[in-house]
């Protein structure tokens, strides 16, 4: 939970043939934290596809697959923070 949530590092970026900043993260940067934190590449967070027109890859990030460690991070920082209040 926390500890792969605080490996990932929000960054701005352009999207391939796109003008707008984007705020989030990269999906190659992703699939790094998933592997450093010891999950396997098929949680589901990031997607890596060949485009069969180009041969290029196209990477993706499903968001919603991050609710679960986020909500798991908030529950440890709360448990944290009950230990040092006293409670």
Request: aromatic share 10%; charged share 25%; glycine share 10%.
């Amino acid at each position: 939970g926390l500890d792969f949530i605080s490996s990932l590092s929000p960054m701005t970026f352009n999207r391939k043939g796109a003008s707008e900043i984007n705020f989030g993260f990269t999906a190659q940067a992703m699939k790094q934290a998933v592997l450093d934190a010891g999950y396997t590449e098929d949680m589901g967070v990031y997607s890596e596809e060949i485009d069969e027109d180009t041969g290029e890859i196209r990477w993706g990030i499903s968001y919603e697959t991050l609710v679960a460690p986020l909500v798991a991070s908030i529950k440890e920082l709360k448990e944290r923070i009950e230990v040092l209040e006293g409670n």
